[in-house]
């Protein structure tokens, strides 16, 4: 990582990591692998149910089903 490029936020996140003791850097650690994974896992969702809308397009789109769409 270049240091010119580091903003003011992100220097004071990284102080306040540098200063903490090492059993709370295993949590902070765990916690921005919480983070990231959560985020991972919703594009994962998204992907799978907009891969999945044409092969229930039929299913969504039938005239026995219009009345309920009307609800």
């Not at 765990?30 to 092969?55: N, V, W, Y």
């Amino acid at each position: 990582m270049n240091n010119a490029r580091i903003t003011e936020h992100e220097q004071s996140l990284i102080s306040k990591i540098r200063a903490l003791p090492p059993e709370k850097l295993m949590e902070v650690e765990d916690f921005i692998d919480f983070l990231r994974q959560s985020g991972e896992d919703r594009r994962l969702r998204r992907a799978a149910a907009k891969l999945s809308e044409d092969a229930f397009q039929e299913a969504w789109d039938n005239p026995e089903d219009a009345e309920y769409d009307r609800l």
